[in-house]
């Protein structure tokens, strides 16, 4: 009888709790808790909005806007990846997984000598690792076609990955700098005594405890990389070296646009990142939390 009686009074406690909650208190959750679905709303219904539309014939999206498709239309699909999405989508792969691979990499090393030592030259460096994150794609634009040009590599798929690459490397090394910060140094100065390098010290011990950060940096750089649209057009003129934002352009037409066929190929865009997103949210999320710690 005891442990029941316990069992009820724990279950009854919170219930009693959230009863004598402050009012204020209970109408602000209330609040917030509208915001955020109105905003979950306003992400996706567009989302949803494209992929209902997507099945739809052309007449159909113009007449029947909010409607779910009388007859769906399967075959857009097949006549976006036959248009060109599948070369779009492989360029898009490759490009976004090379900048991935390079910023990560340069960056876990850039934030590893940042975190681990200090001076002035370690200090300046910070500094002007900040002063990327402030530069502006468009305001470069020019200046990078010139250097792109006098290297060859306009048209090429490398002009897209050493742009991302050299605007991406900042944010990921201000992450990741701030998670190495929160590193115990009695770790290191153990590994020291037992005659570990400092490449060791990084290899071993400073990347598997960032993998939540690291997996972090891999989202925010694969989104980026993935849907980028201006240096895309820019750099690449043959439509084989087209990404997906840029590809997406050539299904346009000056008198008729089959938006069917466009909105399909949207959607296949889409998919891959929302993928990437549902499976590693929960890193995302403990990333950002545990390197804001310090900084």
């Known amino acids: ?26 109408i602000s959750r209330n609040v917030i808790f509208l915001g955020l679905l109105i905003f979950a709303l306003m992400i996706l219904y567009p989302l949803f909005w ?7 014939s052309y007449q159909e999206i113009y007449s029947n806007v909010w409607a779910l498709p009388s007859e769906w239309h399967f075959e857009n699909y097949k006549l976006a990846w036959e248009k060109g999405i599948q070369n779009y989508f492989v360029n898009s792969a490759y490009v976004t997984g090379f900048s991935i691979l390079l910023t990560v990499m340069t960056g876990t090393m850039a934030a590893f000598v940042l975190a681990r030592y200090r001076n002035r030259w370690i200090d300046a460096a910070l500094l002007f690792i900040i002063g990327g994150l402030m530069m502006n794609p468009e305001v470069a634009l020019i200046p990078l076609f010139e250097i792109l040009t006098f290297f060859n590599l306009i048209d090429t798929r490398w ?24 590193v115990p140094k009695e770790l290191s100065e153990s590994a020291l005594i037992d005659g570990c390098s400092e490449f060791g010290i990084y290899w071993r011990i400073y990347l598997p405890l960032s993998i939540p950060i690291v997996i972090t940096s891999v989202i925010i750089n694969a989104f ?5 649209f201006l240096f895309a057009t820019v750099f690449i003129n043959s439509s084989e070296l087209k990404t997906i934002p840029s590809g997406l352009m050539v299904f346009r037409d000056a008198l008729r646009t089959d938006w069917g066929v466009l909105l399909s190929g949207m959607v296949i865009a889409s998919v891959p990142m929302v993928i990437l997103l549902i499976f590693l949210q929960k890193y995302l999320v403990r990333g950002l939390s545990e390197g804001s710690v310090k900084g």
């Open 1 to 26: 009888m005891k442990i029941e009686t316990v069992k009820t009074e724990k279950s009854i406690f919170p219930a009693a709790q959230r009863q004598y909650m402050p009012l204020k208190t209970r």
């Open 224 to 228: 980026y990389a993935w849907n980028e």
């Open 50 to 56: 494209m992929f209902i539309s997507s099945f739809k």
């Open 159 to 182: 002009a897209l990955i050493l742009t991302y690459v050299a605007y991406r490397l900042p944010l990921t090394i201000i992450l990741i700098r701030a998670f190495f910060i929160t």
